[in-house]
């Protein structure tokens, strides 16, 4: 009876000094749901503009390393038309985070096509987007990095929905000959 007590108060001396997993300060921490959702300010002078994201991080204020968030449908990249997210939006990442304050969110755009003649067909965002026949061009990205400087927090056990707007007016200019620049504007339009 002795062994039973001895071994019942180690196990409970053991649980109180390790702390539970809904311990805030708890070193694996843990997590809530950050969704990134993606609009569009419209470019005029084209039927689609497909742009390619490669990378979205966020920063974690008390960590020194940026945390990747999973596009949607688990792919390494998302392409979004443009054109599409005018009067919409649709979901460029979701995922579990640490729970915590965070400081900033990167986007990193690898690659980006304007279409003159045709819309692409199917959804605005997606793994892939099949590109339209007719007139293009494709858009030099002199840096493809976005930082986007804004405080928000994950919860612990809830989530934050973070809508970003792509100025495409803003974002891409002609620079002669036939030849089209992106430098991507986007810009944080709120924090729920």
Known sequence: MRIIFTALVTCAVVVASCGGSNSPTSPSGTTGLLNLQLTDSPYGDAKSVLVTFSTVTAHRDTE?????????EGTTARTCDLKKLEDAQDVLGVGTLPSGHYTQVRLVVSSATIYFEHAAEGDACAPTVIAPEGRSASLEIPSGE?????QFDVPEGGSTTM???????????ETGNGRYMMTPVITVQSVQ
């Open 163 to 173: 809508l970003l707007d792509f100025d495409g007016d803003r974002s891409i200019r």
């Open 146 to 150: 976005v930082k986007l400087n804004r």
């Open 64 to 72: 020194g390393d940026f945390t990747t968030l999973p596009f949607a």
